[in-house]
């Protein structure tokens, strides 16, 4: 029997399908009690901290010899006393109707959903390494003022960079890269670093205004 889709090809195109008519479910829901936000969020955190780090447990979401009885059971002991009850009772659904490998899916088209509902943009950042939560609200914040809407930010970390940044918010792209050597990059004090790389955020910013 063929095994459900892991969630790093959700680029396909029933995947994809299925994923947007569970999400749109899942965030109506969620919307009518005021907690779309938080359950979206929580939907990225399941996919982030346990999908992603264990393939033990991708395995079984995905897994159709895996009995759904033993699924609910799993989504219980792992999410049922820290997630909210209207994602936890989701999930035991996808996993009731054998779903439960395409949570990936799911939480790609819930994001986008939800975006679309609040008016919020996305902005794809790529930098050397990983933003600390300082540098990450303030790029958020930046973006927002200059743009006037709410903004996500996706994040990847490009080791190529070297010591750079690189964004982009739909067609507009901020190249903030550098071609540091890494042993100069490894011996900037880490304030000094994210001050560069905002300094160069800035001026993009008012180059565009």
């Not at 999908?51 to 079984?60: F, G, N, T, W």
């Not at 979401?61 to 006393?81: H, M, N, Q, T, Y």
């Not at 300082?134 to 080791?159: F, N, P, W, Y």
């Amino acid at each position: 029997m063929t095994e459900a889709p892991k969630h790093d090809c959700v680029l396909d195109t029933g995947a994809e399908q299925l994923g947007s008519i569970y999400a749109r479910a899942l965030v109506d829901a969620a919307n009518n009690q005021g907690v779309a936000e938080q359950v979206v969020g929580e939907l990225g955190r399941i996919v982030d901290d346990y999908l992603d780090s264990s393939e033990a447990l991708e395995a079984v979401f995905a897994s159709p010899r895996v009995k759904a009885e033993e699924k609910i059971r799993v989504i219980d002991r792992l999410f049922g006393e820290t997630f909210h009850p209207s994602l936890v009772k989701f999930l035991k659904v996808m996993a009731d109707r054998g779903r439960l490998g395409y949570v990936a899916a799911v939480r790609v088209q819930a994001e986008r959903i939800f975006d679309e509902k609040v008016g919020r943009v996305v902005a794809s950042v790529r930098t050397a390494v990983p933003l600390d939560d300082s540098m990450r609200h303030q790029i958020a914040e930046k973006l927002s003022a200059s743009l006037g809407r709410q903004v996500r930010l996706e994040e990847q970390v490009d080791t190529d960079l070297i010591g750079g940044m690189v964004i982009r918010v739909g067609d507009t792209v901020f190249d903030g890269s550098v071609a540091n050597r890494l042993d100069q990059m490894s011996r900037q004090a880490r304030e000094g670093f994210s001050s560069q790389l905002l300094k160069r955020f800035d001026t993009f910013l008012n180059e565009q205004n």
